[in-house]
């Protein structure tokens, strides 16, 4: 069974940066889109940064550029996402997300159809 199990999520003050990680246990990253998603209590699930494999682009969400970084590690068949400068408003639960299809929206959360458990994100003073 496909598995996606991320971590690096935990509680950080206004401004500081954590690191989020989402390795793939029984299948191969570079064959997939890949997105990282979020929702905080009460909103929509959003995608914040996603990996397009057809041209290796990467789609941010307006609220998180220039702070939140994609990248991945192929040998690791890990990906991350790396916030910095972390605001309240970034506080949720964190899921990356694969997508199988050949057409998919990038970013749009149903066409995704695998997720991890998610990590939570807190970032509060």
């Known amino acids: 069974q496909v598995q996606l199990v991320e971590s690096g999520g935990g509680l950080v003050q206004p401004g500081g940066s954590l690191r989020l990680s989402c390795f793939a246990s029984?299948?191969?990253?570079?064959?997939?889109?890949v997105g990282w998603f979020r929702q905080a209590p009460g909103k929509e699930r959003e995608g914040v940064a996603c990996?397009?494999?057809?041209?290796?682009?990467?789609r941010y969400v307006d609220s998180v550029k220039g702070r939140f970084t994609f990248s991945r590690d192929v040998a690791k068949n890990t990906v991350y996402l790396q916030m910095n400068n972390l605001e309240p408003e970034d506080s949720a639960l964190y899921h990356c997300?694969?997508?199988?299809?050949?057409?998919?929206?990038?970013?749009?959360?149903?066409?995704?159809?695998?997720w991890g458990q998610g990590t939570q994100v807190t970032v509060s003073s």
């Open positions: 990996f397009n494999n057809g041209d290796f682009s990467t």
């Open positions: 997300a694969i997508s199988s299809k050949l057409q998919f929206r990038l970013c749009e959360p149903e066409d995704y159809d695998t």
């Open positions: 029984t299948f191969d990253l570079r064959y997939y889109a």
